[in-house]
């Protein structure tokens, strides 16, 4: 628009009007738009953190289930900009993981035989070491 309004017509001010109008309502309905995704993306990050406390802290025998199960949450919850929240719960189960693995090479040479017997199948740290001997094994073919 011009500096000064004194020199349009009237019917020049009127069309100038109507394209502000146009161009206002369009920013309205933007940030109606942005005000709808922003309360999505509270509503995602309030779900994950009340299921997240439903969890409760992680529980030594049975760090490795919930890593396998916080991995596609971690990366739900990123998509709507919660990254410090998933980056805060990301440190302590991928610490846990690294404790199992040193104690488990001696585990092949009891070949996994003393879990079966007490819960009638292999934990979840047993199977997680068994898909890694797996996936190394071509590797090295």
Known sequence: ?????AGLT?????ALEGHERQHLEARLQSLRNIHTLLDAAMLQINQY?????SLGPP?????????EETA??????????????????TPSPGASP???EPEKPPAPESLGTEELPEDGEPDAA????????????????
Request: hydrophobic share 35%; charged share 20%; aromatic share 2%.
């Open 10 to 14: 009237p019917e020049e001010l009127r």
């Open 126 to 141: 047993e199977l997680r070491r068994r898909r890694l001997q797996k996936l190394e094994s071509p590797a090295a073919h």
């Open 1 to 5: 628009p011009p500096a000064g309004f």
């Open 72 to 89: 596609p949450a971690v990366v739900t919850a990123a998509s709507p900009t919660s990254i410090p929240s998933s980056e805060t719960t």
């Open 59 to 67: 529980r030594p025998a049975a760090s490795v289930s919930p890593t």
């Open 98 to 100: 690294p404790a199992p």
């Open 49 to 53: 953190l009340t299921v997240l406390a």
